[in-house]
């Protein structure tokens, strides 16, 4: 006896429970087919269904590893197959076999179902009935196994789109009796009611909203079989990364992205991955990579195809072009996003070959009208010799989210409640918003991210009335954060969403349409689709073997200021220092102690420069921050922010420049930064800058003439200790009888130049070397 314990189906196991699903189904909508096929064997029609439905079981048995039920199925489909290639005749005794083959395929599927024992005996005999010339067997019943209750219904995918629109409707009609409720005195039982359907309407929404709903596994299940034969027939070798199964899509949905998703991996394999001697000498790995993932954005799946192959060669598709008769010099005069859609002209292919998979120019046009017929857009992100990356946006059809409303003048924009981080004013204390080379940069609690002005990205004149200040949301992308300016944020609502029009859709910027409790349409804006039309650059990890760290593809740069220096050079500093860029007056720098200062902010910070100031009257300055440690770094303008390559070639002694790099062919100094805050930076903090007390001084010498000198020498100079603050050395005079904290280390100062003895330990108050010399060794004494 083989216990069918071992089937036991886990609750989570969907793809079991469907199976067990179908299979009932079809064994309900067979029985009377089997019967008529009895009575008349030769009915071909009859037989066909009979055989797809033991064919379909044994497949699913070889996926789920059901052994009993693929043994069963699979000698029953050799019968059934020798019987339509005429091979043989369906006599009495074949057909029996066969029904009672099917009878204790249900028989098995109830038992998986229940998690029951269901004993094997008699199925040998069942599979030795199908053999020809045998002798009818009769199977013995072995007791009838209790149904379990079906807990799931197959429905028509148009009642769920009914379902769907009667939900969206009561969600609108909620939100205007709520809104309506708000513009006068509410009754609490009133409110308390309103509060209840609420919550009811929103369990209803989450519910509806899961029926159309599958996991993306179904898309994704095949790939790997398809990836290994594909591959094989090319003779290449590719290993696929798959991730983000769990992410769930409308069923619909799944099944229109089926054909992309294919067309679009079978081309990485054949156009895009090299074969193993290409990449052998392109000092590549042989086994190419690919990666397959989904993951959710707003109201929006974005599946991304990415491979470590040779990219799009677009001077290629333009050869091609020209050869069907298309104007050479208007293709060579595109920029690079428009030559690199050239993919998607119809007809055209990179491949010179036709082959079984690709080189009859049908494909990437076919691919983007299906998506864009769903809503939906198609992304490429090329580097060429490293790899193409195709990212798939498709909308999740009817849906309902929740939504903040913003304003810009007068026109009114959705954005997804979960893509936001938290929403501040412009004018807060902890706000700030500078230019850094022509690109506006928002410093939000110590972060700088990039600021994005909606009315500006989307050509919308408006102006802030005088004394308002504008909103800044912040919004969260997969690969960062960026500030979205804004006039106003109106609200807070749950908003039904559907793909808007392909003209509005394929300008990347909206995820859909909305039509809110007000009846003015409005739409639903994309933040990864708007950081890109704004040119924000996320740098994300490419990818990576898993036995080789080594990465495959574009490794991305140290963002960086280039800026145009006092002495007529180019050159830059990592961002990451930079804390802003600002215009001063030149008469807020002077030369004083040996050095030029800055006054800003009610501060002096040292002044680095490479050049003169001359005489202009205003003054760029760097201000360079490492923590505490700020100095200015005066420039003649702020250029532009760039990314620095990999490789520096160094300068051949410390000093202000690190090194060079080459930045669109130009030779660019780098700012050294150990430079400048070795030379110019002074440290704040207690632990490196030693307190020094002054004691006793009633006469005010030395806060006037040794206090300058000991904070130039890096002390921090106090007449006074705070609570529970200690010296690192006391400074007194030595005629004063006792030193205030005379606990702690002590250098007396003595008025005459000759000490009084052999034993006087006291410093001639002017010699200024001594006097360092004396606290230098009492601080260093104390630590010890």
């Known amino acids: ?57 044994k497949g699913s048995c070889g996926f789920l590893d059901l052994p009993r039920l693929g043994r069963l199925s699979h000698s029953a489909e050799d019968v059934l197959a020798q019987v339509r290639s005429g091979d043989r005749k369906p006599d009495r005794a074949l057909v029996n076999a066969v029904l009672a083959v099917v009878d204790r395929i249900g028989e098995l599927v109830e038992a998986i179902d229940a998690g029951a024992s269901l004993d094997d005996t008699g199925e040998d005999l069942l599979i030795a009935a199908l053999a020809e010339g045998s002798a009818e067997v009769a199977q013995a019943s072995n007791g009838a196994i209790q149904r379990v209750a079906s807990r799931s219904v197959r429905l028509n995918v148009e009642l769920l789109d009914r379902m769907m629109s009667g939900m969206s409707d009561m969600v609108l009609a909620r939100n205007e009796l709520a809104r309506r409720l708000r513009q006068g005195e509410i009754d609490p039982a009133v409110e308390a009611a309103l509060e209840r359907l609420s919550l009811t309407v929103g369990e209803m929404r989450d519910t509806v909203t899961r029926t159309r709903m599958q996991k993306i596994d179904a898309l994704f299940s095949a790939l790997p079989r398809m990836v290994r034969d594909t591959a094989a027939g090319l003779g290449k070798s590719v290993m696929l990364q798959v991730e983000g199964s769990d992410v ?69 598709l333009i050869r091609k072009l020209i050869a069907q008769g298309r104007n050479e010099r208007e293709l060579r005069a595109l920029p690079e996003r428009a030559k690199l859609d050239l993919i998607f002209q119809p007809g055209l292919t990179s491949k010179d070959e036709v082959s079984d998979i690709s080189g009859r120019g049908v494909g990437m046009d076919i691919v983007r009208a299906s998506i864009e017929q769903i809503g939906g857009r198609i992304d490429l992100d090329n580097a060429p010799g490293k790899g193409l990356r195709i990212a798939i946006h498709v909308p999740l059809t009817l849906s309902i989210i929740s939504a903040i409303v913003v304003g810009v003048s007068k026109q009114r924009f959705a954005l997804p409640r979960q893509a936001i981080e938290e929403i501040v004013t412009e004018r807060g204390d902890q706000i700030r918003i500078d230019m850094l080379g022509g690109s506006r940069i928002a410093t939000v609690r110590d972060r700088r991210i990039p600021l994005v002005d909606l009315g500006e990205l989307l050509g919308i004149e408006h102006r802030q009335a005088f004394g308002e200040a504008q909103m800044l949301a912040i919004v969260s992308v997969s690969e960062g954060s960026y500030a979205l300016a804004v006039d106003t944020v109106l609200d807070n609502e749950e908003l039904v969403i559907k793909p808007a029009s392909p003209a509005v859709m394929t300008t990347g910027v909206y995820a859909g349409q909305t039509l809110p409790d007000s009846g003015l349409p409005m739409l639903m804006l994309d933040c990864a689709g708007m950081a890109r039309a704004a040119g924000l650059i996320f740098h994300r990890d490419t990818l990576h073997d898993d036995e080789d760290e080594d990465a495959v593809g574009e490794t991305p740069g140290t963002p960086a200021l280039l800026f145009a220096d006092l002495d007529g050079k180019r050159r830059a500093v990592p961002l990451a220092i930079v804390d802003r860029v600002e215009q001063v007056e030149s008469a807020s720098v002077r030369f004083s102690a040996g050095s030029h200062r ?111 000198m000991l904070e130039a020498a890096g002390y921090r100079v106090v007449t006074q200790l705070a609570s529970g603050e200690t010296a690192a050395v006391v400074l007194t005079q030595s005629d004063l009888a006792e030193a205030d904290g005379a606990a702690m280390p002590v250098v007396r100062l003595r008025r005459r130049k000759a000490p009084r003895g052999a034993s006087d330990d006291s410093v001639y108050r002017y010699d200024r070397m001594g006097l360092l010399s004396a606290l230098e060794a009492r601080v260093a004494g104390g630590r010890a």
């Open 248 to 316: 769930e899509l409308d069923r619909e949905m799944i099944e229109v992205m089926r054909d992309p998703l294919v067309h679009i991996v079978r081309n990485a394999i054949d156009h895009g991955i090299e074969s193993p001697a290409e990449r052998r000498a392109a000092a590549k790995r042989e086994n190419g990579r690919l990666s397959v993932s989904a993951r959710q954005s707003g109201n929006q799946i974005i599946v991304e195809i990415a491979d470590d192959g040779r990219g799009i060669d677009t001077e290629r």
């Open 1 to 57: 006896m083989v216990p069918a314990a071992n089937w036991r189906r886990d609750p989570m196991d969907d793809l079991l429970q469907e199976f067990i699903a179908e299979t009932r189904e079809t064994l309900e909508a067979l029985s009377g087919e089997i019967v008529a096929w009895e009575a008349h064997p030769e009915d071909r029609a009859r037989l066909d269904a009979i055989f797809r439905f033991v064919h379909t079981v």
């Open 598 to 708: 800055l006054s800003i902010d009610g501060r002096i910070l040292p002044l680095a420069a490479q050049g003169e100031v001359g005489t202009r009257a205003k003054l760029s300055v760097l201000r360079l921050k490492d923590g505490d440690n700020e100095v200015a770094y005066a420039i003649d303008e702020a250029l532009d922010i760039v990314i620095l390559p990999e490789e520096i070639a160094p300068a051949r002694e410390p000093g202000p420049v690190a090194g060079v790099v080459l930045l669109d062919g130009e030779q660019v100094e780098l700012l050294d930064a150990f430079w400048v805050f070795g030379e110019f930076g002074s440290d704040d903090e207690e632990d490196v800058a030693p307190v020094c007390l002054l004691a006793g001084d009633s006469d005010g010498w030395m806060a006037s003439f040794v206090r300058p």
